[in-house]
């Protein structure tokens, strides 16, 4: 049982299980956001971009058409990164926002906020989360002090739970 216990642990770390968790997620979904399929589409356009650089560079098809693009995808990897972590965390907003609506789905809201809390924590995904979530921060906080601050208390009881 340690053994299984520590291959696991080691797996639940990883982008692709990250990945994974939020795709079956949100497949099995009946509230249908746009936004969801922009991490998805980031995280594949670097696997494609790998996949084709890795197994492909001799062939001339790739060298006149797809080195350029893949190339791209390489050079500008952590800002696909944050791109995708900042829909992650909008997607977030915007569940909360839908348990407003008459098509709410409470347990699919904990369980993204279970994950995202995942992405925040994760040593692959935490420095994009964490730089998302200073800028975030930082444009809202000076706003919650001046005209909100009896949010001040809630959110810094969210933050404690969410650090944990």
């Known amino acids: 049982m340690p053994a299984i216990q520590a291959?696991?642990?080691s797996v639940l770390a990883t982008k692709d299980f990250i990945h994974l968790m939020f795709s079956s997620m949100f497949f099995t979904s009946q509230l249908h956001l746009k936004i969801v399929a922009?991490?998805?589409?980031?995280?594949?356009?670097?696997h494609v971009a790998?996949?084709?650089?890795?197994?492909?560079?001799?062939?001339s098809?790739?060298?006149?058409?797809l080195e350029q693009p893949c190339l791209w995808v390489e050079t500008n990897n952590t800002k696909l990164s944050l791109l995708s972590s900042n829909a992650e965390i909008a997607l977030?907003?915007?569940?909360?926002?839908?348990l407003f609506l008459w098509r709410?789905?409470?347990?699919?809201?904990?369980?993204y906020f279970q994950v995202l809390k995942l992405m925040y924590h994760a040593p692959v995904t935490s420095s994009y989360h964490q730089s998302a979530w200073t800028k975030i921060?930082?444009?809202?906080?000076?706003?919650?002090?001046?005209?909100a601050p009896f949010l001040q208390t809630p959110i810094s009881a969210i933050q404690r739970w969410w650090f944990r």
């Open 104 to 111: 709410r789905s409470i347990i699919q809201t904990f369980m």
């Open 137 to 147: 921060g930082s444009s809202v906080n000076p706003y919650i002090h001046r005209y």
């Open 38 to 46: 922009l991490p998805v589409l980031c995280w594949a356009l670097d």
């Open 7 to 9: 291959w696991l642990q």
């Open 50 to 59: 790998r996949f084709l650089s890795r197994n492909f560079n001799r062939s």
């Open 61 to 65: 098809f790739y060298w006149r058409y």
């Open 92 to 98: 977030d907003f915007l569940l909360i926002i839908s």
